[in-house]
């Protein structure tokens, strides 16, 4: 998993220190809105999923069991909170990754435009598994799903994805591994 | 050679500008959701200690702003409003009384009350008061019901699930209220001892004794052993003391010529019901609004604390007296309650 701020600072803010927290909330504020955003397709609106999720975890990260831990912790509200503002504003798909949304380069716009084309639940396993390159079972339990789900998902999504994106290469970068289901 | 899908998502990812991270929002909304995992603690318990007045099968249809239901060593409950007060003073004891539909007789224990709940807020029916021992942890709870409004006829349970009662309490009827008593701490005898006073009183002795142990100085997110230091420096009349969260409110409001607001009523209505629970995340909070220190002494306090280099990391409470427009401030440490004048 990416590693979102420093062990020192989670511990720091695990153990209650005196505004250890809010830094903490500083330091992984571009990953957490770049993840919402992703996910969402909107600017504005995952500007109020990373607010939102930098607030749960600005509130609870003492109940962190430790720093090791809080990287998929953070993961999980941030895709949580980025599905509630999903659902609560029914984000049209196709309008998705146009507004706001820095394309420099063909490469991404090539990018959003193939996100934009997948339904939701299609995106979220291609975002972490291509953007943030987590294994399939750490996105079951970041998406709180079953493995078999994310594996299903993934292949369908990678189907779309050689449909949108001919020239490009969309193999796995390593064969999952079976694991048991994690509990949500 | 084809490109990289994952190369190229995390070039298109670096290049999202983020915007500016707002520190002062995720403050403001993280105390909100604080004081909102409080109040669904405190209606849970308000439930829970209810639920001992149900007996086999029974019926209390509080009315206004809680309604329950009784079955077995179930209960259900519809919180459609309540509102607390943080270490209430004599002044918001005698405004609940003087509209609760019933005389209110206030059971005395050796323990500060930490805050009242009532419902529904313009003619409270249910009054219920939390009790903090010497160290500020929860000692005991105890409702009072308007007689008239527990009901013996049984209906039908809305549905959802109803949530298993989890402590045992005990409770009696006076001439116009039920009693409900709930706590680990208290020996049967002195909950006996609590029932015998109650019942040797009158209502206004009862009333004129609990008040007697409340505050008087505003008491705004501070823990008691620093409060109790407060009051043994502060001098009669108007008094306020607020910890950290206001200390760092405080700059911005001067700046903005606001004054700070008594936040210790809270009003939760429009409780929304998710799978028969009551979802505190939706409900509307409404503050009454009034005025803990006028702008003018927002203004001293902040030019005070401002010299004295006292900012919200300072691990201590602010103390300010105000006589006549003039501001006295005083500076209490947290650790070693030391009280210091700015």
């Known amino acids: 998993m990416t590693r979102w701020a420093s062990p020192d600072l989670v511990a720091a803010a695990i153990a209650g220190e005196a505004s250890a927290a809010e830094r903490l909330v500083g330091a992984i504020w ?6 919402a955003a992703s996910l969402i397709g909107d600017r504005a609106l995952a500007q109020d999923a990373a607010q939102e999720a930098c607030v749960i975890i600005h509130l609870r990260v003492r109940t962190v069991r430790s720093a090791e831990a809080f990287d998929a912790w953070a993961y999980r509200i941030v895709a949580r909170e980025s599905s509630r503002v999903r659902q609560r504003f029914h984000t049209p798909e196709a309008a998705a990754y146009e507004n706001g949304f820095t394309a420099d380069s063909t490469a991404s716009m090539d990018v959003w435009r193939a996100l934009a084309d997948l339904s939701p639940g299609l995106r ?4 972490l598994f291509y953007f943030d390159d987590l294994k399939t079972e750490e996105i079951a339990d970041v998406l709180c799903i079953p493995h078999a789900t ?3 998902r993934l292949a369908r999504a990678r189907e779309r994805l050689r449909s949108t994106l001919g020239d490009y290469a969309i193999e796995p970068h390593a064969a999952p591994k079976e694991v048991k289901q994690h509990a949500c | 050679m084809p490109a990289d899908f994952s190369v190229a998502a995390k070039n298109a990812r670096v290049q999202i500008a983020v ?8 403050r403001e909304r993280s105390a909100a959701s604080s004081a909102r995992v409080r109040w669904q603690r405190l209606a849970t318990a308000l439930a829970a200690s209810l639920g001992i007045v149900g ?3 029974a019926l209390a249809n509080i ?6 239901w009784f079955s077995g060593n179930n209960v259900k409950a519809v919180v459609e409003s309540f509102t607390t007060v943080r270490d209430p003073m004599r002044a918001d004891v005698q405004r609940i009384v003087s509209v609760a539909t019933f005389p209110v007789k206030f059971p005395l224990l050796r323990a500060a009350s930490e805050w ?6 313009d003619k409270p029916n249910i009054i219920t008061i939390e009790y903090r021992d010497s160290l500020g942890k929860h000692y005991a709870g105890i409702t009072l019901i308007d007689n008239a409004k527990i009901q013996s006829d049984i209906r039908e349970m809305p549905a959802g699930p109803a949530q298993a009662l989890i402590s045992k309490g005990t409770h009696w009827q006076t001439d116009g209220e039920t009693v409900l008593v709930q706590s680990r701490h208290l020996t049967t005898a ?13 209502t206004a002795q009862s009333q004129s004794a609990f008040e007697a142990m409340l505050p008087r100085i505003v008491i705004m997110q501070v823990p008691p052993r620093v409060a109790d230091a407060a009051g043994r420096v502060a001098p009669p009349g108007g008094n306020v003391l607020f910890g950290k969260w206001d200390i760092r409110q405080i700059p911005n409001l001067a700046a903005k010529a606001r004054p700070l607001i008594d936040s210790r009523t809270v009003h939760l209505v429009n409780i929304p019901q998710v799978k028969g629970e009551p979802d505190f995340r939706d409900a509307t909070l409404q503050w009454n609004g009034v005025i803990a220190i006028p702008a003018d002494g927002v203004r001293a306090v902040a030019a005070t604390l401002q010299r004295s280099h006292v900012g919200p990391n300072c691990n201590c409470a602010i103390l300010v007296h105000a006589s006549k427009g003039a501001y006295t401030i005083w500076k209490i440490d947290q650790k070693t309650l030391s009280v210091t004048r700015l």
């Open chain 1, 150 to 152: 994310v594996r299903t």
């Open chain 2, 63 to 68: 009315g206004g702003g809680v309604h329950l």
């Open chain 2, 19 to 26: 915007p500016p991270l707002d520190i002062d929002v995720i």
């Open chain 1, 30 to 35: 571009p990953a957490c809105f770049r993840l």
């Open chain 1, 124 to 127: 979220d396993v291609t975002v």
């Open chain 2, 116 to 121: 009242i709940a009532y419902s529904p807020a």
């Open chain 2, 190 to 202: 002195q909950v006996q001892q609590i029932k015998s006073a109650m019942q040797s009183e009158t």
């Open chain 2, 55 to 57: 007996g086999a099968v």
